[in-house]
């Protein structure tokens, strides 16, 4: 073998060389464009995921809010109730001491036999 054919040899193996790193390479890049997408479409579905149970939050808090606002609304006529009826019964009793003329009857009694002797 002469010197050219060894340095062509030499040479060959070089070129191959490189072309299996070339290879191993474009290899390598594929596998990680395919890790790439695998992860893309897991972190859509965790936002996906996420969005869906936002919602459904807020609408359980919205209900939940309007529930509470309904129950207030219900205490608060009941308790505007009693005291409508309370003072309407307070009214009755006073009326029926004051226009019925028993009080006065009364206190005019008292009066004439203290008075009176």
């Known amino acids: 073998m002469t010197q050219q054919e060894v340095e062509e040899k030499s040479m060959e193996s070089i070129v191959q060389d490189h072309e299996k790193r070339i290879l191993e390479l474009e290899n390598s890049y594929r596998e990680v464009k395919k890790e790439i997408t695998v992860v893309q479409t897991s972190q859509s579905k965790i936002e996906n995921m996420i969005y ?11 209900r939940h ?37 028993g009080v006065f009857f009364l206190l005019i009694e008292a009066l004439q036999k203290w008075i009176g002797g």
Do not use: M, P, V, Y
């Open 52 to 62: 869906s149970q936002n919602t459904e939050q807020k609408e359980l808090i919205n």
């Open 65 to 101: 809010q309007n529930e509470q606002r309904q129950l207030l609304d219900t205490l608060l006529g009941h308790t505007l109730g009693i005291k409508k009826e309370t003072n309407k019964q307070r009214k009755d009793i006073l009326i029926a001491l004051f226009g019925g003329g």
